[in-house]
Structures are given as C-alpha cells and as structure tokens.
C-alpha cells in the first residue's frame, strides 16, 4: 500500500515538473508589471497587438497550405508503394526512409541553394514548398496501408471499380483515422518550427508567430499571455482527434489498436467531436474578429505627426527680423518643437520598416543644443543622411513606435 | 416539423427587428453628421482683459490675416430682464468663421442694430419683434435680425449680438467682460495642428506666453463627429457580412445535401441535365453573394477611423485612469469657457437622444406591422397544410 502511494507522488511530482513551464506561462500571463492580478496582457495581445495576428494568421496559412498539400500526395504515394510492384521499389522506399531521417541542419544548406536557385527565397514559398513534400506521411500511411486486407481490392474490382476509384472509395475511408493522426503530428510538428522560416525568409512581414513570438523585442512585455493564446489551437486540435491519434499510431506500428467499443460511448465520442468541432470553429472566429479589431485599434492608437526636413544655414537672435545679430551657421536646424527633454534632449526621427509593409517608425536620437532663438534651434547629433525630424505630435512619444504621418511630406495621407 | 417552423419564426423575427433597427440607426446618424457640419471649424483664444499679449496679437493683425481669418469680439454677461443674456459685439469677420442662420429680417449692417435669437423672443412672450427697438441700459438697438437658436443647445445664456463700437459701456453691477479672437485658416484643407501652426505662422508671441493664455480648439471637432457616422456604417457593414456569411454557409451545405441526396436516385450527369437551368442560376446566386461577400470584407478591411489622437491613450487603449483624467481635464478646461469639447460632446448627446425617441417609435411600429403581417401568413400557411 505505501508502496502504491509513494509511486503515485512520484508519478505526480513528475508530472508537475513536465507541467512547470506551462503552469508558469499561464500564471504569468494573469500578472502586470507590479505582479499583481491583470488582464492587461491579454487586453494587449488580443486588442492592441498587430503584429501577434500578422504572425499568427501567417502560422495559420502556412500550417493549411502545407497540411492540406502534403497528405492527399503522402496518401497517393503510399497507395503506390502499398498496392502496386514495380523496379526499384525497395530502392525507393528506402530513399523515402533516408530522406525522412535526415536531419534539417544537414540538408539546410543545400536547401537554400535550391530554393534560391528557384528564385523564392523571401517568400512564403520558401517555407510551404520543402514541407509539401516532406517524406514522413508516407512513410506512417504505408505502414498502415499494409496492413489492409489485400481482398478488399479485389471485392472493389468485381463491383467494377477503377483504380483512382478503388483509392477514392475504399482506400481513404479507411484510412480516415491515420489521416487525423498524421494532420495532429504535422501540426504540431509546423505550428512550432522556427528553423527554415529563420533561415529562408528575412522580411519580419512572412514571419511565423513561432518565430516572432520570442525573436522581436515588441512582445517582451505581453510574451506570457501572447504564449498562451499562441498554444490554445493545438491543445483543441489534440484533442479533437485524440481518438484517432491513438488509434492511427498504434495500428501503424503494429500494435493492436481496436478496442471493443459499446455503441453508448461511440456516440458520447462523437458529441464530444462535435463540441470539439465547433470550439476549433469558434476560437478561429474569435482570432478573426480580434484581428479586425486589432487593426482598426492599432491605426487609432498611432500617433499623428507632422515631419520636417533639416535646415542648414544661419540662426538669428531674433526669427522676425532677419538683420539682427546672428548666433552663427550651423547644419542641422530643427523647430524648437521638435525638440523633446526627456532627460536629456532628443529628436525622434522617422525611418521606414525594413520589411514589405513600410510603416514609418521612430528613432530617438540624443543631441545637443548649439544655439536657439525660441523658434528654431541648432543641434548637434548623429542624424541619418536626409531625415525627417517629427515636429508635432498627437501623443507622447516612444522608440519604435508606428506614426502616421498627415503632414509635411507634400502629400496628405488622411481623407 | 412544428419546432422547425418555431425556430423559422424567430429566425425572421430577428432578421427583421435588426434590419430596421439598422435602418433607424443609420436614420440617426446621417441626421447627426448634418449637425456637425453645423459646428465651427476655429480656434478661440480667450482673455479676461486686454492684457500684453492680446495686444501684442492685434499688433500683429496684418501677420495674421495672411494666412487666416480674424475675428475680435467683446462679450458682456449680463442680467436684463431677469434673464441671463450675453451681448456679444462682433466685427464683419465672425459670420465667417461662425454658422449662424438667420430665420427672419437680416444680418447686422449699420450702427446701433442687434440680432436676437428665436428662443429669446419667446421667452421674453413676443415682447421684442422685429423692426422694434430695444432698450439695453440706456441704450437703444433696432432688431434688424432673427437668428435661428442652436436646436439642442440647453444653455440658459441667450446671445444678442451687435457691432462690436456699439457694445454698451457701464451695465453696472455683475457684468463680466471677455474679450476673445476667433481665428480660422483660410485654406479649408488644413486639418490637423491649427492650433500649433497658428503660433508658427504668426510668430508674435514666444512659448512661454503661449502657456499663459487659454485657447480652446475646436478644429477636430466637425471630423470627429462626421467619424461618428462613418464608424456607423462600418458596425452595419460588419452585421451586414456575419448575416451574409451564416446564409452562404448554409446554402452551401444545402446545396451539398440535395446534390447526395440526388445522387442515390440518378447518376450526376442525368441530374446535372434535368435541372440545368436551376442548377445554373444556383450558381449564379452563389457566385453574385460570394463577390458581394467579397467587396463588403474589402470595405471592412479598408475602413479606418481617425478620432483624435491625443484623448487617446498613450500606448494601452484599456488605460482607464487616462480617460478619466482627461474627462476631469475637459470638463475643468473646456467646460466653463465659451465652448469646447465638452459642449459639442453634450451636444452630440443631445442630438442622439433625440433622434433615438423619433427612432423607437418608429420602430414600434414598423415592429408592429410586420409581426401582425407575418403573423397573418404562418395562419394561413398553417391553414394551407
């Protein structure tokens, strides 16, 4: 008895050590700067945060592409290596087996020589084209197909049935359960790569959420809370085809699988499915609108600014009467308000996004003040070549932040 | 069968109170976005005497005018009749800055004349009409003009308005005296930063006597309140979309279904070619709701709504303490002075609930007819089968 007892604290102290990280997460993401109760993460990821959706959607696209390519060829290869003979079968399949094996770092290199060859390294195909055809759904669907009763052919070609047929009526039905099973393992396996999105694409714009989620410093404050939400659509998928999962694993790798099931729970099973199926539904629905209302939230949030270009030239004692004493020639002339003291004194400076999309960022730049005449002032800093210097702004600022430029470039930006 | 129908019931029910509820909706907003074209596009900056800096500004009255209308006014609050009334001398600019429609006889022109307002002759029991003359604390005015009063306006303070020379002098004991310019740009375009810019264009008094004096700006008022609507109509194109998604969906599943279903009698071909034609304009009907569905998620897409920025949050939207803060500050800075903020707020206010009383009952009943109509069909449906 005591035996039993302290095996059972051991089996749960472990199991709470593997559950560590995302206890933490959760907990965490409940907590505001102070670690006190908030929600004010969650009011930042869902409400306020672009970028979380960019990445996330991108996930999403890249995750339905690959999936929904890879297993209808994964299934009509494995229909060819279960069903038929032919030369170099063996050979083949081995290849397959060796290819699967391979390690991504191994094959990274040549990869991206292959890709850019194709001219579409820094496009999303760069990351859906090499998993398309990644080798291990064949690999999991021959293992099961041969499985299969080798009559089941033969009763679908008396019934007059041609081969594409025999493969689209008997073949996938039956393999309905492997199916899921591979979808599960591929989605979780894609929802978290972070690997050859790094290496094969550079513009943040393309990025997976696996890869910004950590990499940008934007979501430093919100990571707890952007984690959670991140992990949600796995745990539903998991455990919306659990049933399958278990049972397509274990009748690939030979294992007896079937269970006597009454039909009470069969129906139970399916309910579940059911409610399973529509919170999957739900929780996209929800991402969808979240991600309207995020980007109407995050084009009211920005600030309007008005931009300036530098001056050079010469500064007088008085901005009215150009004939008054002159405090000197200097390069860099600014409007005295745009100038913020923060401290020290800074400008902030708008730079374009590297990335496709372009926003207009800022940078804050420490300078020093030469001369002024309470409208304009000389400084002194490391400015980048032809900038546009914020001169007006709607809010305070901050480094980094998207703006929105409505005047002072020539061009109006607002209706 | 019985439940069905019951849920078909409440399913048009509901279609319909929305789709009118829309309608009156969209009634309120069109008439509140004509409002707000009513509201002045300026900037009013306010003084309690002709101090250094308001003569310093009139100094520089030629600087001014370059770019943007000027208008010097002198307002006395006074107490004539047991009525709070507040003469305001204005000069030839302020008609230009300032909506004011006159209802009967015309706008001031020579000396000793005044504008009064419709709610003043009423209240005062038609005592003043037009043509008579008025006698303000010795001093007379003919009534030349009627203006029309702000509809929603609650304030208790009636204007009178007279040439800013005839303005009178001594009204002895609880007048106050200020003393404001209204300044608009005279390029319609200029949208944003009017008030900064003014100091820039102007240049005649430094920052530090900018902070001194009080200045009240109304330039964002007339887009924020025209956004009101357009925010409007982006809630309906949202509604509009969800209904149309949940109808696609499901006419597509339906669809779906009564293609299997026909395909266990006949083959696909044979059913293909009996209805061609239904089976074409099914197509039609899709693809006409799926380009429609398209074009409405591009008009939500593309929708952006600019309220001002700066009663904003700095950087979280949920930062509730920032909006009371600046409520206080509103209410504090704006809500005493002429006008502000606070007073087109209170007005936009006004206007909904009134339109919203117009709107509930018509809805009442629109809601009526159409439920005694529908009810009158599912009898004789019922009768039917």
Sequence with gaps: ?415 | MKNRKEKNKIKITLIIILSVLTLLLFLIQRNIKKESQNFPSKIEIIFEEKNEIYQKLMGGRKIIEEKYILSETEEKDISFEGKNISIIGIDENYSQINNIEIASGKWITGENQILISEKFVKETNDSFSLGETMDIFGKKYKIVGIYENDKYSKSKIENLYVKKEDIPENLGEGEKTFYSLEVKPKDENRKNFVKEKFFEDVKIISTEEQEEIKIADFTESKRNLSKYYYGFIFIFEIIVLILLTVYLIKSIKLNIKKYQFGTKRKYGKELLSGNMTIVLLQILKTLLLIFLWIFLLRLILEFKLSTPSRFLPPTDIFDFKFYSRIENILREEYGKTVAGYGKIYTNLMRVTKKYFIESVILLIALLSVSISYMCGKFKTAERKL
């Excluded at chain 1, 094959?107 to 859906?128: C, E, F, G, H």
């Excluded at chain 1, 890869?211 to 949600?232: C, K, M, P």
């Excluded at chain 1, 010469?314 to 002339?333: A, C, R, V």
Aim: glycine share 6%; with cysteine; charged share 20%.
């Design chain 1, 1 to 415: 008895m005591i035996k039993k007892v302290l095996k059972n604290i051991l089996i749960y102290f472990i199991s709470i050590i593997c559950l560590l990280p995302m206890i933490i997460m959760i907990i965490n993401s409940f907590t505001d700067y102070n670690g006190g109760f908030s929600l004010i993460q969650y009011g930042k990821v869902l409400f306020q945060t672009e970028d979380f959706f960019r990445g996330f959607w991108n996930s999403a696209i890249y995750i339905f592409i690959i999936i929904g390519i890879n297993i209808p060829l994964s299934l009509l290869g494995a229909y060819g290596f279960s069903r038929f003979e032919f030369k170099g079968k063996g050979f083949l399949y081995w290849l397959y087996i060796v290819l699967m094996l391979m390690p991504f770092q191994a094959t990274m290199v040549p990869q991206y020589l292959t890709l850019k060859a194709l001219n579409i390294i820094d496009s999303p195909s760069a990351v859906i084209l090499p998993n398309i055809f990644s080798t291990f759904g064949t690999f999991l669907m021959v293992q099961y197909m041969r499985r299969m009763d080798k009559e089941i052919y033969d009763a679908g070609r008396i019934d007059g049935l041609s081969e594409f047929k025999l493969f689209l009526k008997i073949v996938m039905p039956l393999c309905r359960s492997i199916i899921s099973a591979l979808t599960v393992l591929l989605f979780v396996n894609y929802w978290s790569m972070v690997e050859q999105p790094l290496v094969f694409i550079s513009d943040k714009y393309y990025m997976p959420l696996s890869v910004t989620l950590n990499a940008t410093g934007e979501f430093r404050e919100i990571s707890f809370a952007a984690g959670t939400v991140f992990s949600i659509l796995p745990l539903l998928l998991y455990q919306f085809s659990y049933e399958d999962l278990t049972q397509g694993i274990s009748l690939s790798s030979g294992l007896e699988g079937y269970e006597k099931i009454y039909i009470n729970e069969v129906k139970e099973r399916r309910t579940q499915k059911q409610k399973l199926g529509r919170g999957i539904i739900i929780f996209m629905a929800a991402m969808l609108s979240f991600t309207l209302i995020t980007q109407k939230i995050s084009y009211i949030m920005a600030p309007e600014v008005e931009v300036t270009k530098t001056k050079r030239g010469e500064i007088t004692k008085d901005p009215f009467d150009k004939k008054s004493e002159s405090l000197g020639i200097y390069d860099t002339i600014v409007p005295n308000s745009a100038i913020h003291t923060e401290g020290e004194n800074v400008i902030y400076v708008i730079i374009e996004e590297k990335s496709i999309r372009k926003r207009d960022q800022l940078v804050r730049i420490n300078v020093k003040i030469e001369a002024t005449n309470g409208y304009e002032t000389a400084i002194t800093g490391v400015l980048p070549y032809n900038s546009e210097v914020v001169k007006w702004t709607t809010k305070p600022l901050r480094e980094g932040m998207n703006v929105r430029v409505v005047e002072g470039r020539g061009e109006e930006n607002e209706e």
